[in-house]
């Protein structure tokens, strides 16, 4: 996992830890939907907490990105790649890509929601 990638991870982890409202979540999403770049992708993440004027909620996201980056420098099972670079997913494993990784919770938000919703409606 990148750098970039993790952003998104530990964004994600918030949301999925309750710091983020599903409304805030969703239109974090709408605002970066034509965004495919990992990079592209981890910088809108940061100006988008920096404009929610949360303290609190930036904090826990550095504390997040820190902590996701930190397991991946001490990951010993790393394969070398072009130039002797190190790989951070494990062999025979795909690696997401931010935008993977969001459409995944988009999806993953979308079946829960309509699953309370026809789990509230009554059976006829």
């Not at 309509?114 to 409606?121: A, V």
């Amino acid at each position: 996992m990148s750098i970039s990638v993790a952003s998104t991870q530990a964004l994600i982890n918030l949301y999925e830890a309750g710091m983020i409202s599903q409304q805030s979540f969703n239109e974090f999403n709408q605002q970066t939907q034509d965004l495919e770049d990992d990079e592209d992708i981890a910088e809108a993440i940061e100006d988008w907490l920096e404009s929610q004027n949360n303290s609190q909620l930036l904090q826990a996201y550095e504390n997040q990105l820190r902590e996701l980056t930190a397991s991946i420098s001490t990951q010993s099972e790393t394969t070398l790649g072009p130039g002797n670079s190190k790989s951070q997913t494990p062999v025979g494993q795909p690696n997401p890509t931010s935008r993977e990784l969001i459409d995944n919770i988009m999806i993953k938000n979308k079946s829960s929601v309509d699953n309370t919703d026809s789990q509230s409606k009554p059976q006829s």
